[in-house]
């Protein structure tokens, strides 16, 4: 079985809209199963994948059968009823095909950012050329790390999704599979990338603390591509924001939720930036524009469909240095 588009609308199995819903520990039903063929296609989230806490409030509305949750005591927006594990493996088994490098435009896009961060990471560390190898972790086709190569570092990419694997190995050293306790990475890196990766993970706290072990004394963790559930367009749009995609972006953090899994250990925040104006994705006036008016339809009570523009804080790139 495979899944050919990047929104699951339905049942994976027999395409069926109709699923029996489960209660979760405080007795709320959300639907996880097919009622006609029986395939579990949702799990359901108790506890909050940061904190910890069961105790969440409501956020936004659901989408294509996928609710959202607010947790009450950190205030981690996560998804309460996302795919199954079988189903997301499913899912990302044909990423690069299906979703990730399936438009031209969006693929150049995303090559001009590529060259943006990688310009705003040489202007912050202290000197480029001391770093001599580099871990991208969900490193896709690995073609963050192909200008990382050109700089003559040695280049390394972990993996989960079978055909960007394969892609990816073409040109890098690559490891298989989850960036979790099993993947056995007998090395220490000097700079440890997660580009668009944190949000869609269950454990994310996991994800970086295993990069802060595998990390050399004054190196850096680079965390980009990654939405900040602490901007306007979050705030304003909700489920409508443009990061938000219940498919693969199950949970969305904010800066401070990042930052407080650094700061109390041998790190230093050494670079915080937003990219929006002069990326591909801005266009200001009609950002803007978009904003107002869904500020308007919302005080007079129109429902809209309209998703958010890009706009400033959408997406963050963080980087930390180990003292
Ligand atoms: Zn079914
Ligand atoms: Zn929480």
């Known amino acids: ?95 690069a095909t299906n979703v990730h490098q399936k438009r031209n435009i969006k693929v150049k896009q995303r090559s001009i950012m590529y060259k943006q961060e ?63 306790d099993n993947l056995n990475l007998k090395k220490k890196f000097d700079l440890i990338i997660m580009r668009g990766v944190v949000e869609h993970v269950e454990n994310p706290k996991k994800y970086i603390f295993n990069a802060q072990k595998i990390l050399k004394k004054e190196g850096y963790i680079f965390i980009s591509a990654t939405p900040d559930l602490n901007c306007v367009s979050a705030k304003i749009f909700k489920e409508r924001w443009t990061q938000h995609r219940p498919e693969s972006h199950i949970l969305h953090l904010s800066e401070n939720h990042i930052d407080s899994l650094f700061l109390n250990k041998k790190f230093t925040k050494v670079g915080s930036h937003s990219f929006y104006l002069k990326t591909p994705y801005e266009n200001f006036e009609k950002d803007i524009n978009e904003i107002v008016l869904e500020i308007k339809r919302q005080r007079k009570g129109i429902k809209s469909k309209s998703i958010s523009p890009a706009f400033f804080g959408n997406m963050i790139t963080l980087i930390y240095k180990k003292r």
């Open 1 to 95: 079985m495979q899944i050919k588009k990047k929104q699951v609308n339905g049942c994976l199995n027999c395409n069926s809209k109709v699923f029996i819903f489960e209660k979760d520990i405080l007795g709320k039903k959300y639907p996880t199963k097919c009622r006609r063929c029986g395939t579990k296609n949702r799990r359901i989230v108790n506890y909050c994948p940061y904190c910890n806490s069961k105790k969440y409030f409501p956020w936004g509305n659901k989408v294509r059968d996928f609710y959202s949750a607010e947790c009450s005591k950190c205030h981690l927006v996560y998804i309460k009823n996302p795919l199954s594990t079988e189903a997301q493996n499913l899912y990302y088994k044909n990423y």
């Open 118 to 180: 990688l310009n705003y990471l040489k202007s912050v560390v202290e000197n480029f050329n001391n770093i001599k190898n580099v871990l991208d972790v969900g490193c896709g086709g690995g073609f963050f790390l192909d200008l990382f190569k050109k700089y003559n570092k040695k280049t390394y990419g972990v993996e989960v999704s079978e055909d960007s694997y394969l892609i990816a190995k073409k040109k890098h050293k690559m490891y298989y599979g989850n960036f979790d």
